[in-house]
């Protein structure tokens, strides 16, 4: 299985100073900056778009960027990303009229592609499309918000893409995203999941009093990483 990504979702940073928080987060350990985009449509949120992501490549962060697309349509901002800097662009299959070509714009851009997965959202979309994904994302909460509570029925899911991943000996990263926090990122692991969104559990960790403040809770989460078993 590939290597841990941690991933802080920016969506709980403090926007007034955002660069300053990703360069913090980053300098802290983390190794993907995981970017929510949300349309007040397809979710029932606002909140940031290209223009932000062109932002913090002019400000220099040159981590992935990991563009969660909440929104719908989706073809017509895909490009737009891409010229932003986006490494990965993630959508949800029921924003999209034809999938597959969803996928393929976004490669054909440069970027990684990947479908995303609400709870109630059935794997078999994957089923034709698997050579055309480099991420498949489960939201362990619904779409739209922060500060959710990880959704337990996710671990089985899972163990089930997990195990649709290995079978088709492709190269796909698999990644979760709500409700991530120290006390659970362990048997998400062991359930299979290589690549951890966290927005709350790692901005809402420490005061702005410390000027470390998000090391504690990143060097927190790979300890439990480097429990899992498998
Ligand atoms: C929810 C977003 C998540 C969210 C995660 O729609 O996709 O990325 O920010 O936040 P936490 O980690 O607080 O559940
Ligand atoms: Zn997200």
């Not at 939201?139 to 918000?145: C, K, L, Q, T, Y």
């Not at 959704?151 to 796909?172: C, E, F, V």
């Amino acid at each position: 299985m590939s290597d841990n990504l941690i991933a802080p979702s920016i969506l709980s940073a403090d926007f007034a100073k955002l660069g300053e928080e990703v360069d913090k987060v980053l300098a802290s350990g983390a190794d993907v900056v995981h970017f929510d985009v949300m349309d007040n449509h397809y979710v029932p949120n606002l909140t940031i778009g290209p223009l932000v992501c062109d932002a913090l490549r002019k400000h220099g962060v040159s981590a992935p960027i990991d563009v969660h697309l909440m929104v719908k349509p989706v073809d017509r901002i895909i490009p737009d990303f891409a010229a932003a800097g986006a490494s990965y662009i993630t959508f949800h299959p029921e924003a999209s009229e034809h999938i597959d070509c969803s996928l393929q714009l976004i490669q054909s851009e440069g970027c990684k592609s990947g479908l995303v997965f609400n709870p109630a959202t059935p794997l078999s979309y994957l089923d034709y499309v698997m050579d055309k994904v480099d991420m498949i994302l489960l939201m362990s909460v619904n779409p739209g918000f922060g500060g959710q509570s990880f959704i337990p029925a996710t671990l089985d899911k899972l163990r089930q893409a997990r195990k649709m991943i290995d079978d088709s000996g492709l190269d796909i990263r698999l990644e979760i995203d709500g409700g991530v926090k120290v006390d659970n990122i362990r048997e998400i692991k062991e359930a299979g999941a290589d690549t951890f969104v966290a927005g709350s559990a790692i901005f809402g960790a420490a005061s702005d009093a410390d000027a470390n403040r998000y090391d504690t809770v990143l060097a927190a989460m790979r300890a439990e990483l480097a429990k899992a078993g498998s």
